[in-house]
């Protein structure tokens, strides 16, 4: 693994109609997503952007739902060792879901969640030297921003920086939400997190489009919806939240 401890290194988004996620996601974001499974045993694809692969789009069985499985987008983290990390988490407060297990030629993984339920992965790729992209602060399809909402943000982020060894040196004050703490992986700004007492906690990741407009249009005329924006943001461009139309919660970032 090369990346660094912390980082996020996948995306995957778990629906109930992977064909029309497909359809969904390909027209908003100008995803190119298989056709079929890329993985044996299972019906996992590989979403691409134009410069290569930066998440998986996996369909939720029968038991996964009846378990409480939902549509939802999930980030992966990497770790060195993901069984002393997992075998941490519920110590400080979090809960496993799925226990370290290996993927064949892919890596291994645990599923977890923090101590409010936001669900998250930690993983250790198999292949010694190569760098995970999924993460990219301007490169178009990808990942740019994660961002946590917390209804208890002190505790929450005890809990990752404890784990992960994440640091937050600056803040951005937001009135009466309190303060919008950034996240960093050494000198790496890795995304933030915010205090939403009446909300329930998750990640939020936000993927880079060439404009905004054309994708609010594109999220409407496929079955989407709008729940939050656009709005504009600091450093320039605007963002949306949305639902797609199994109802997965996905946020958008980029130009007018």
Not at 160 to 175: C, E, V
């Amino acid at each position: 693994m090369t990346n660094k401890q912390g980082e996020f290194i996948w995306y995957e988004l778990m629906t109930t109609d992977i064909e029309a996620a497909r359809a969904f996601y390909g027209a908003v974001v100008g995803w190119t997503i298989s056709d079929r499974s890329d993985m044996p045993g299972m019906d996992y694809r590989m979403i691409r952007a134009a410069d290569g692969d930066v998440a998986g789009l996996m369909a939720l069985d029968d038991e996964m739902i009846a378990g409480g499985g939902r549509p939802i987008w999930v980030g992966y983290i990497g770790v060195e060792d993901v069984d002393a990390i997992a075998a941490a988490i519920p110590s400080m407060g979090g809960k496993i879901y799925v226990p370290p297990q290996d993927i064949p030629g892919v890596g291994r993984f645990a599923m977890a969640a923090d101590p409010h339920g936001a669900p998250f992965y930690i993983m250790r790729g198999s292949v010694e030297g190569g760098v995970s992209r999924s993460f990219s602060a301007d490169a178009l399809g990808h990942c740019s921003w994660n961002e946590l909402s917390s209804p208890d943000q002190k505790t929450a982020l005890n809990f990752y920086m404890g784990l992960f060894g994440w640091t937050n040196p600056s803040s951005m004050p937001m009135g009466p939400m309190g303060d919008y703490r950034f996240l960093f992986v050494d000198d790496m700004r890795i995304g933030a997190s915010m205090e939403q007492k009446d909300q329930p906690a998750e990640w939020r990741f936000y993927f880079t489009v060439p404009s905004i407009a054309a994708a609010m249009e594109a999220v409407t005329a496929h079955g989407g919806a709008i729940i939050s924006g656009p709005h504009d943001v600091p450093e320039g461009g605007k963002i949306i939240i949305g639902t797609d139309p199994q109802g997965a919660r996905f946020a958008l970032v980029g130009g007018e």
